[in-house]
């Protein structure tokens, strides 16, 4: 078994995402999963990106007040942004939640699908297996390309409990593709934390290890999480050895493990030059 991992980058107080896929590429990372704040910031992004891949997380009412099915033209331009820069951002895919805009409506949410590339539609905390499903075969009656699954492993945690990892058959041929595409972070079972792996939260990672054995997994796992502090970019790059680890690539480990130190004291300069001591997403 071998697969794929990255990390979430998005901009963080008044650091840029490019700053972060700087220090991403000094560290051959494989995969960037961005959300919208990266076209903020798009043409210092592509001069400075290595990453053979990327995925853009699409908006969501609970963070931004709007989602794929809002009637509103910052929607337009993202759809627009995402396909604009398909080719130079190597995007394979786009992160869908469930639509939850009050005011918005499903033919513009179906429609947009239509435009961008390769959604991944995401399961959410709190949503049983079926009425996933359900979610899933509505949007391929709706929408005539193909459409693929974000497994969000802590929110199964949260949903399911120990059960987290038992997934329906035809979620887990999502996941069996080469296409297969998996969040995972550290969590509780009350809050999707998006702690760094095996600090805080009581998720096992033992069972996620062999589950991706089990499944053969050869997709991309993704590392969604949130540094709140300089102290947790530190934690970062231990999940990222971790996960590296267990996709079996010792060779890009080992490479990792001696530049940490080095990559931390520019991380550290970085944050000391724009006064920050703690984080927070804008």
Same mark, same amino acid.
């Given at each position: 078994m071998?697969?794929?991992t990255?990390?979430?980058?998005?901009?963080?107080?008044?650091i840029?995402?490019?700053? $972060?896929?700087e220090?991403?590429?000094?560290?051959g990372l494989? *995969?960037?999963e961005?959300?919208?704040?990266?076209? =903020?910031d798009i043409?210092n992004?592509?001069?400075?990106?290595?990453?053979p891949q990327?995925? !853009? *997380?699409?908006?969501?009412?609970e963070?931004?007040?709007i989602?794929?099915?809002s009637?509103?033209? !910052?929607?337009?331009q993202?759809?627009?942004?995402?396909?604009?820069?398909?080719?130079?951002l190597h995007?394979?895919?786009?992160?869908?939640?469930?639509?939850?805009d009050?005011?918005?409506?499903w033919?513009i949410?179906?429609?947009?699908l239509?435009?961008?590339? /390769?959604?991944?539609?995401?399961?959410m +905390?709190?949503?049983? $297996?079926?009425?996933f499903?359900e979610f899933? =075969?509505?949007?391929?009656?709706?929408?005539s390309?193909?459409?693929?699954?974000?497994?969000?492993i802590? *929110?199964? $945690?949260?949903?399911n409990g120990?059960?987290f990892?038992?997934?329906p058959?035809?979620?887990l041929?999502y996941?069996?593709?080469?296409?297969?595409?998996i *969040?995972?972070?550290?969590g509780?079972?009350?809050?999707d934390?998006?702690? +760094?792996?095996l600090? =805080?939260?009581?998720?096992p990672?033992n069972?996620?290890?062999?589950?991706?054995n089990?499944?053969?997994f050869?997709?991309?796992?993704?590392?969604?999480l949130?540094?709140?502090s300089?102290?947790?970019?530190d934690k970062? /790059?231990?999940?990222y050895?971790?996960?590296?680890? !267990?996709?079996?690539k010792?060779?890009h480990?080992?490479?990792?493990?001696?530049?940490?130190?080095?990559?931390?004291?520019?991380?550290?300069?970085?944050?000391k030059?724009?006064?920050?001591?703690?984080?927070?997403?804008?």
């Open positions: 071998t697969f794929t990255g990390l979430t980058i998005q901009k963080i107080n008044d840029l995402p490019s700053k $972060w896929v220090i991403a590429s000094a560290i494989q *995969h960037i961005f959300d919208q704040t990266v076209f =903020e043409e992004v592509i001069r400075v990106l290595k990453a990327t995925v !853009i *997380h699409a908006p969501y009412v963070d931004y007040g989602d794929l099915s009637n509103d033209q !910052i929607v337009d993202f759809v627009k942004n995402v396909i604009d820069t398909q080719d130079d995007t394979i895919g786009v992160v869908v939640h469930p639509p939850t009050a005011g918005g409506s033919e949410f179906y429609n947009r239509e435009k961008i590339p /390769f959604p991944l539609l995401e399961n +905390p709190y949503q049983s $297996w079926e009425d499903q899933i =075969e509505n949007t391929k009656a709706n929408v390309k193909k459409i693929g699954m974000c497994f969000d802590p *929110h199964s $945690w949260i949903t120990e059960k990892l038992e997934l058959e035809p979620c041929e996941l069996r593709a080469s296409s297969g595409y *969040h995972i972070s550290g509780t079972r009350d809050e934390t998006h702690y +760094p792996l600090t =805080e939260g009581d998720m990672l069972p996620v290890k062999n589950f991706l089990d499944i053969s050869s997709g991309t796992v993704t590392m969604e949130a540094p709140r300089i102290d947790d970019l970062i /790059f231990k999940s050895m971790l996960m590296l680890k !267990i996709a079996r010792n060779k480990n080992f490479q990792v493990k001696i530049k940490r130190p080095f990559i931390m004291r520019k991380v550290r300069k970085l944050a030059k724009s006064g920050l001591g703690s984080f927070s997403k804008k």
